[in-house]
Antibody
Framework: QVQLVQSGAEMKKPGASVKVSCRASGYNFAAYTIHWVRQAPGQRLEWVGWINTATAVTKYSDKFQGRVTLTGDTSASTAYMELSGLRSEDTASYFC??????????????WGQGTMVTVSS | SYELTQPPSVSVSPGQTARITCSGD??????GYWYQQKPGQAPVLVIYTDTERPSGIPERFSGSSSGTTVTLTISGVQAEDEADYYC???????????FGGGTKLTVL
C-alpha cells in the first residue's frame, strides 16, 4: 500500500533553515508528483509547492518563493522540503502529499503524517 | 492572491443533511476537491473533481458544482463526521493550488 513517512519534529531558531523528508513506498516514486502543504496551529491548510519527481521541475506558491526549495532523490524514493529564513510565523505542521493518477486532477489521495516545525528563540 | 471562501462553521443534528459551500472566481474552470480533517490527523480526500468519491468514502458524501461555487453534501450525518472540512482548487492559470479557510462541522 502507498505510504508517505515523514521525518520527526524539529525545533529551530529564527533565521535558521529546516529540511523535512518524506519517504515514499508502495508505488513508483518517479511516477507521481509530491506536494507540500503546511498548517499553522488552528489555521487553514496552505499549499507550499510541488515537485515533479521524475524531472525535478518545481512550482512554488508565491508566498514561499525564494525561501523554499523542493528536491527529490529517486534512488531513495524520498522528497525533501527545505525552508530558510525561519520566523515564528513558520511554526506549523508540514505535510507531504502525493499527486493523483490521471483523471483525478489535482487531488491528494495520500498524505504523510506531518512534521511539526517550531520556530522559537 | 486567489482565495476560496467557506463558512467558518456548520451545525446539524444526527441524521440531517449538512451542506458546506466553497466559492471562488475560478471554480467555473477549475475542479474542486474536499478533505476531511480530524484533530491531530492528516487530511483525508472525500471528493475529487467536483463530484467523484474515492473508494472507501461512505456514499453519504457527495459533491456538486454550480458556477463559482462547489458544495459538499453529507446526507444522514453521523457523529463520526464531526471534523474540519477544506475545499481545494487551482487559480485561473491552473498552476497554483489553494485551500479554503475550512469549515468546522459540528454534530449536535
Amino acid at each position: 500500500q502507498v505510504q508517505l513517512v515523514q521525518s520527526g519534529a524539529e525545533m529551530k531558531k529564527p533565521g535558521a533553515s529546516v529540511k523535512v523528508s518524506c519517504r515514499a513506498s508502495g508505488y513508483n516514486f518517479a511516477a507521481y508528483t509530491i506536494h507540500w502543504v503546511r498548517q499553522a496551529p488552528g489555521q487553514r491548510l496552505e499549499w507550499v509547492g510541488w515537485i515533479n519527481t521524475a524531472t525535478a521541475v518545481t512550482k512554488y506558491s508565491d508566498k514561499f518563493q525564494g525561501r523554499v526549495t523542493l528536491t527529490g532523490d529517486t534512488s531513495a524514493s524520498t522528497a525533501y522540503m527545505e525552508l530558510s529564513g525561519l520566523r515564528s510565523e513558520d511554526t506549523a505542521s508540514y505535510f507531504c502529499a502525493r499527486g493523483a493518477r490521471l483523471g483525478w486532477g489535482d487531488a491528494f489521495p495520500f498524505w504523510g503524517q506531518g512534521t511539526m516545525v517550531t520556530v522559537s528563540s | 492572491s486567489y482565495e476560496l471562501t467557506q463558512p467558518p462553521s456548520v451545525s446539524v443534528s444526527p441524521g440531517q443533511t449538512a451542506r458546506i459551500t466553497c466559492s471562488g472566481d475560478a471554480l467555473p474552470n477549475q475542479y474542486g476537491y474536499w478533505y476531511q480533517q480530524k484533530p491531530g490527523q492528516a487530511p483525508v480526500l472525500v471528493i475529487y473533481t467536483d463530484t467523484e468519491r474515492p473508494s472507501g468514502i461512505p456514499e453519504r458524501f457527495s459533491g456538486s458544482s454550480s458556477g463559482t461555487t462547489v458544495t459538499l453534501t453529507i446526507s444522514g450525518v453521523q457523529a463520526e463526521d464531526e471534523a474540519d472540512y477544506y475545499c481545494q482548487s487551482a487559480d485561473s492559470s491552473g498552476t497554483s493550488l489553494v485551500f479554503g479557510g475550512g469549515t468546522k462541522l459540528t454534530v449536535l
